[in-house]
Nanobody
Framework: QAQLVESGGGLVQPGGSLRLSCTVS????????MAWHRQAPGKQRELIAS???????NYQDSMKGRLTISRDNAKNTVFLQLNSLEPEDTAVYYC????????????WGQGTQVTVSS
């Protein structure tokens, strides 16, 4: 049974940084592309970054230039470095696993809250 556990969220001041982690168990991590999504209050969940099983990263425009996605296949973990955070970045951040051969096979974490406020 797949389990994705996010951590690293919290309260940060505007301009600050956070590093989120998502540790995966119960699936073969190297067979999955990974992605980070976020959902702000009253808004739809949106994709912000993804990384292929081989480590190729892709970023959506909403936070481009302010985040870095990476993965450590030996630790079954994907990371999201968030920089220059703004109050508008306040959201629940979710990680998602997408099977690289069967893209309809996906798994979600429970999310971690990021709050940007002074």
């Amino acid at each position: 049974q797949a389990q994705l556990v996010e951590s690293g969220g919290g309260l940060v001041q505007p301009g600050g940084s956070l590093r989120l982690s998502c540790t995966v168990s119960g699936i073969t991590f190297s067979m999955y592309h990974m992605a980070w999504h976020r959902q702000a209050p009253g808004k739809q969940r949106e994709l912000i970054a993804s990384i292929t099983s081989s480590g190729m990263a892709n970023y959506q425009d909403s936070m481009k230039g302010r985040l870095t996605i990476s993965r450590d296949n030996a630790k079954n973990t994907v990371f999201l470095q968030l920089n220059s955070l703004e109050p508008e970045d306040t959201a629940v951040y979710y990680c998602k696993a997408i099977h690289k051969l069967k893209p309809t096979t996906t798994h979600w974490g429970q999310g971690t809250q990021v709050t940007v406020s002074s």
